[in-house]
């Protein structure tokens, strides 16, 4: 080999100039900032869409609780009544377990994928003849966009023009005026 070729041969085994890494790792944070925006939208139409199917669970779940208990309590008036039950302890009318121990906790709000999530009734004691469940961002504009509620009619609804969290569930006739909320499409 020649003197010529032997010294281009050490220059490319020396590796990347400070310039060209430079470059690349401006690249990189280009894409990078174009990307992150995006998959945080998506995590919150994620998120919103699993406060959704939270609340049509917790109605469904209220739908069992009033068939196997409903003669006695009627609707179940706090999460924890529709969450698990202890450790080796049986399902019972104080803890149906028919909700995860996320949304079925102890002390509401019980927060689950950026939501937290309320039960109430406008009844003071037993027999609970109504209840409105709810769900609202625990951040908003960062972990959701959506205030959804639904109540013993069985209809989910989002607020209409939902600007911010809300800090306890919703009652009943508030969820229910069509002012306020929509049906979930």
């Not at 050490?10 to 060209?20: D, K, P, Q, T, V």
Request: glycine residues 8%; hydrophobic residues 40%.
């Amino acid at each position: 080999m020649n003197t010529h070729t032997q010294n281009r041969l050490r220059e490319a085994a020396r590796g990347f100039s400070l310039i060209e890494l430079l470059i690349v790792v401006a690249i990189i944070l280009i894409i990078a900032g174009i990307a992150i925006p995006s998959i945080l939208r998506a995590r919150m139409r994620a998120n919103d869409s699993a406060a959704v199917a939270n609340i049509k669970n917790i109605r469904d779940s209220q739908a069992t609780y009033l068939i196997t208990y409903g003669d006695r309590v009627g609707y179940a008036s706090t999460l924890a009544t529709l969450g698990p039950a202890g450790p080796g302890a049986p399902c019972t009318q104080f803890s149906a377990c028919l909700l995860d121990d996320l949304v079925g906790c102890a002390t509401e709000p019980c927060v689950k994928s950026g939501y937290g999530y309320f039960l109430i009734s406008s009844s003071s004691s037993p027999p609970f003849a109504d209840y409105t469940s709810t769900a609202t961002p625990v951040g908003w504009n960062s972990t959701g966009q959506k205030n959804v509620c639904a109540s013993e009619d069985g209809i989910l609804r989002e607020q209409v023009t939902a600007t911010a969290s809300v800090a306890a569930g919703i009652p009943r006739n508030t969820c229910g005026d069509p002012t306020q909320f929509k049906p979930v499409q």
